[in-house]
């Protein structure tokens, strides 16, 4: 889940706040929420203190906002999950697409605290308020796979592909739920699908190749495990390809072995 704390996530909420200079004229840390929240994402550190002398200055809101916004960049998931939430719900005149956002920072934090059942609450916040946004159903659905809810993550995933068909990720997400669940004829569907739009996505390779194996279709399997170690040589995906293949040719000498015995009798 780390990989949705980035640069682009906070400019995402950054883009929803009107532009402004950095240092007040008035002599307070900062003029506006804008510039604290540039100040976050540079030298998060910094901006936290910053931000509570700026609270003291009157700072109000915005400051606590700040705050909340440098311990997610801090990393201090425990402190930023409820400081996100106290901010979205104080700032309930702002608009449904900025208060969506922070809900959702909220989620991430609870997520990297182990605190599924947390983050699960702030992602209903967040999809109340951006029923149709593909990035936060995505997100939610990563997490409900995560906690082992795959009929959920597909609930999910179904709606992202109507609004993204294109979305090929999606299309693995929910191809990989579908596995899990056993229903690997949908499973092969998606994952034809998710090859369709990225031809070389190492982890759909696998996926496909594995369920090729699952209906005794081994020469197709060892094709996409092949594949994969060609196009991601040094991933994760390209290691259990490895596995399977040498699994695969430890299961035909022993088959050939038994074969030579039964001659020989």
Same mark, same amino acid.
């Given at each position: 889940?780390?990989?949705?704390?980035?640069?682009?996530? *906070?400019?995402?909420?950054? !883009?929803? #706040?009107? /532009?402004?200079?950095? &240092?007040?004229? =008035?002599?307070?840390?900062?003029?506006? %929420?804008?510039?604290?929240?540039?100040?976050?994402?540079?030298?998060?550190?910094?901006?936290l203190a910053?931000?509570?002398l700026w609270e003291r200055q009157g700072g109000a809101a915005d400051a606590r906002l700040c705050q909340a916004l440098a311990q997610l960049l801090r990393g201090e998931w425990e402190a930023a999950a409820p400081a996100l939430e106290a901010s979205a719900t104080e700032l309930a005149h702002e608009a449904a697409?900025?208060?969506?956002?922070?809900?959702?920072?909220a989620a991430l934090a609870w997520s990297n605290a182990r605190k599924p059942d947390a983050a699960e609450a702030a992602y209903g916040k967040a999809v109340a308020l951006t029923p149709n946004d593909p990035q *936060?159903?995505?997100?939610? !659905?990563? #997490?409900? /796979?995560?906690?082992? &809810?795959?009929? =959920?993550?597909?609930?999910?995933?179904? %709606?992202?592909?109507?609004?993204?068909?294109r979305q090929s990720e999606a299309w693995l997400l929910r191809a990989q739920a579908h596995h899990v669940?056993?229903?690997?004829?949908?499973?092969m569907n998606d994952v034809q699908e998710a090859l369709r739009l990225s031809p070389q996505n190492s982890e759909a390779l696998l996926l496909r190749g594995n369920l090729y194996?699952?209906?005794s279709n081994l020469?197709?399997?060892?094709?996409?495990?092949?594949?994969?170690?060609?196009?991601?040589?040094?991933?994760?995906?390209?290691?259990?390809?490895?596995?399977?293949?040498?699994?695969l040719e430890r299961a035909h000498t022993t088959q050939q072995r038994e074969l030579k015995r039964q001659r020989q009798e």
């Open positions: 889940m780390n990989r949705f704390l980035n640069a682009a996530a *906070l400019a995402a909420l950054m !883009a929803l #706040l009107p /532009a402004a200079s950095a &240092r007040a004229e =008035d002599g307070r840390v900062f003029s506006s %929420r804008t510039a604290c929240l540039a100040r976050a994402e540079a030298l998060p550190d910094f901006a910053e931000a509570k697409t900025m208060r969506a956002n922070l809900w959702s920072r *936060l159903l995505m997100d939610r !659905a990563i #997490l409900r /796979a995560g906690a082992e &809810r795959y009929w =959920d993550a597909v609930a999910d995933l179904d %709606r992202v592909i109507d609004l993204m068909p669940l056993a229903l690997d004829a949908k499973a194996a699952a209906k020469a197709f399997a060892k094709r996409d495990w092949e594949t994969v170690r060609r196009v991601a040589a040094d991933s994760p995906a390209a290691q259990v390809a490895l596995e399977n293949l040498n699994a």
